[in-house]
């Protein structure tokens, strides 16, 4: 769209009804580019492998026959595989599930936020949050981290208590630094919410891609039942397109989203590929180790460029510093290789996917860093 197209779309968006804390507003859009390589958007780069995709197609078959019937609203079989997934002696009470794991928050928020609430997050952080926040007309704190991108957990602690907020999202590992939480940050977060009754939501849509050592928050559930890890298909397991997300917390938790979901909200064909899908964790779980791999490789040698790239738990590096990012962002562009521009100044951030993918990034970012 030109610039003139776009001005026009505004001006007949504004002469509508909209709720005021939605003007001016954009809708979340990573580019979607036709690009040799895309490394944006931190998906697994890696295909469905045949066998499970064979598997989905079969389930997706045998409950086509059914559609004319409204699915299971409870989704009982999905909550059962995700919660012996998950383990940590979680049952399918602990569990719950939505279109993506943004619709998962979109529900926290819609049962816990909304007018006169607030919701409190970190940035650096997921650029989904304020805007599921004023969809909700939940408002959206912007707490603060250390120059580095780091949060102790005495700071983060300080910042509940002075904004007591009615829930808090944590990202970890975080989106787009690529690092995680430490345990201790989580535990002070809730404990300084207590007084507030403050619901806490670990991010952990990466999780699967943590350097080994670096624990889940799953293992601090017990006992803490305003306390929510939402996890998703669509990184680790590579199913971005089959939008499924999903969460663990306490039965009270769950409950509570019962209220808001709207009925049937999982299809049966969404419902019927993701237990399929779950029936192959190994399979489908198999290239995370390879991804991790590539992960290092970047961090490796964008150290050898002389560049500077954040501890990655995840499956993508943020890294800088560049005097124009945009520029090199665009350069890389320019060269078949479409990565993320944050928007943070000096840096920029790049997927880990196949050997091949990677190489090209490199050879790109080479290219674009010597011209
Ligand atoms: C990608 C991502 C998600 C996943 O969203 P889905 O709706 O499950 O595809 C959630 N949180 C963060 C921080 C992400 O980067």
Known sequence: MT???????????????????LRGQFPYGA?????????????????????V??????????????????????????????????????????VWAANGSNEVLQQVLQAFGGPGRKVLSFPPTYSMYPLLASGTNTEYISGVRADDF?????????????????????????????????????????????QFNTIVVVDEAYEEFSLSGTKSALTLLQGRERLIVSRT?????ALAGARLGYLATSPQVTDALR?????????????????AALEHVDVLLATVDEI????????????????????????????????????????????????????????????????????AFLVALREVISA
């Open 53 to 94: 995709a064979d598997a989905i197609g079969k389930a997706v078959h045998t409950a086509a026959t059914s559609l004319n019937r409204y699915p299971d609203r409870e989704f009982t079989e999905l909550r059962q595989r995700l919660a012996a997934y998950l383990g940590h002696e979680l049952t399918e009470n602990n």
């Open 233 to 237: 298909m669509s990184k680790a397991f």
């Open 259 to 275: 209220l808001v979901r709207l009925p049937y909200h999982l299809s049966a064909i969404t419902q019927a590929a993701a237990n």
């Open 292 to 359: 991790k791999a590539q992960r290092d490789r970047i961090v490796h040698e964008l150290e050898e460029m002389g560049l500077k790239p954040a501890v990655s738990d995840s499956n993508f590096v943020f890294f800088g510093w560049f005097e124009d990012a945009h520029a090199v962002w665009q350069g890389l562009l320019d060269r078949g290789v479409l990565i993320r521009d944050v928007g943070i100044p000096h840096h920029l951030r790049v997927t880990a996917g196949t050997a091949e993918e990677t190489t």
């Open 3 to 21: 610039n003139q197209q776009e001005q026009a779309k505004t001006v007949a968006l504004e002469a509508l009804p909209l709720r005021d804390n």
């Open 31 to 51: 580019p979607q580019l036709e690009v040799t390589h895309l490394l944006n958007t931190n998906e697994n780069t890696h295909p469905v492998p045949q066998v």
């Open 150 to 194: 780091t949060l102790t957990p005495d700071e983060a602690a300080r910042q509940v208590k002075d904004t007591a907020p009615d829930i808090v999202f944590l990202c970890s590992p975080n989106n787009p630094t690529g690092t995680a939480l430490g345990l201790d940050v989580v535990e002070a977060v809730y404990q300084a919410g207590e």
